[in-house]
């Protein structure tokens, strides 16, 4: 199958609601079997989260078919609020996404955290990606990697 290209565009406030709603729905299967799921909360959380100046939409074809977030910390970066549609997931895209945000020159040397739920297919890519575990609770895995273009 023939992979189309991503962008990653620049996210708005007018996309908030939407992204929140793709979070509801990538991560229901997860919290649920966790026993964390909150209607409500699941998306407010990606609400008061969300920045747009550090919020990529992921575009395929000129269609939004999710969202990843890089922001700048102190002592690192944070990569967080990576969704995907589910008829899109398991294509190359997240790949695809990782490979273009993680090559960016800026981010050389320096260390990107993230967190994953406990049982997400996710992990995975991120391991592909040199990401380690740092630490890991019920809830959450804790991973981080030191960038450098292979």
């Known amino acids: 199958m ?20 793709l979070r509801a729905i990538v ?15 699941v998306r407010q959380r990606f609400r008061n989260a969300f920045d747009p100046s550090h ?14 977030a890089l922001k700048p910390e102190l002592d690192h970066y944070t990569l967080e609020h990576f969704y995907m549609y589910p008829d899109v997931q398991g294509q190359g895209i ?21 967190n994953v739920l406990q049982g997400s297919p996710a992990k995975r890519l991120y391991e592909r990606f040199g990401f380690k575990l740092d630490s890991e609770d019920e809830v959450d895995i804790f991973m981080s990697c030191t960038i450098s273009i292979k």
């Open 2 to 21: 023939h992979q189309s290209p991503i962008k990653l565009v620049q996210a708005s406030s007018i996309h908030r609601e939407q992204l929140a709603e």
């Open 27 to 41: 991560l229901q299967k997860d919290l649920t079997r966790l026993g964390r799921f909150d209607e409500h909360n």
């Open 55 to 68: 919020t990529w939409l992921i575009k395929m074809e000129e269609k939004i078919v999710g969202c990843v």
């Open 94 to 114: 997240g790949s695809q996404t990782l490979h273009q945000l993680l090559t960016q020159p800026y981010l050389q040397g320096k260390v990107v955290q993230l």
